[in-house]
């Protein structure tokens, strides 16, 4: 008979201790959905980077550098780097003036100025600027001469610098520099050239030494009327010969003959 008042007054309890729990789960599950929300939400832009914000697909604002919270599902960001960036040029088959082929690579430096233009105004800006560069090495180097690709790779980088900063100035791009890394010529060409080099360099030595025997000469000249002036400069410099020449140890000394003292035919006035 005691059995059953402990029994309800226990089920009582867990009824109460139940309805208490049902009255708290929506709170706590709102907590919970609020929490997941807040923390969903939370972007670190890079002092480096830039994002721009969109909702609902419509651009709102540029994000800066720093600890931002956008709206889930309703809010996204994209991210752009506004350092210097560096793309490759794919090696380019070129045909020059002269008509020579030649394989062509190179490298672009850009930055962006304006995250907003790069982003709204082309659809991949880096690939578009790789396209572009591409299409100026080939129009550039083929109007130009072999040797003045070779000699005037600056110049050259610089006119393709003009022409690719033409177009991507309207997309808030800056190109930097445009440089020209490697030039691949075909082997019967390179042979060709050494051999140019080598001709080069023989004409130039041909015409120093030329230049030397010039001057040699024109001083011997001078020495020679300087010695004409005196008689007794040229016993002194006859001197100076036998000097040297004893002072190498020689058997044999040869004495120079004056050729004025010997006697001289008389010339046949009789016609």
Known sequence: MSVCPLMFLSAVANKVELSKYNTMNPMFLFGIILGVILLAGIRIVFEYKRALKFRFGKYVKTLQPGFRWIIPLVETIQVVDIRVITINIVSQEVMTEDNVPCSIDGVVFFKINDPEKAVLEVEEYDFAITQLSQAALRDVCGKVELDTILSKREEMGKNIKSIVETETHHWGIEIIDVKIKDIQLPENMKRMMANQAEAERSRRARIILAEAENQAAAKLLEAGLQIDK???????????????????????????????????????TDL
């Open 230 to 268: 005196s008689p007794s400069a040229i016993k002194l410099r006859l001197y100076q010969t036998l000097s040297n020449i004893a002072a190498e140890k020689n058997s044999t000394i040869l004495f120079p003959f004056p050729e004025e003292v010997l006697p001289r035919k008389p010339k046949n």
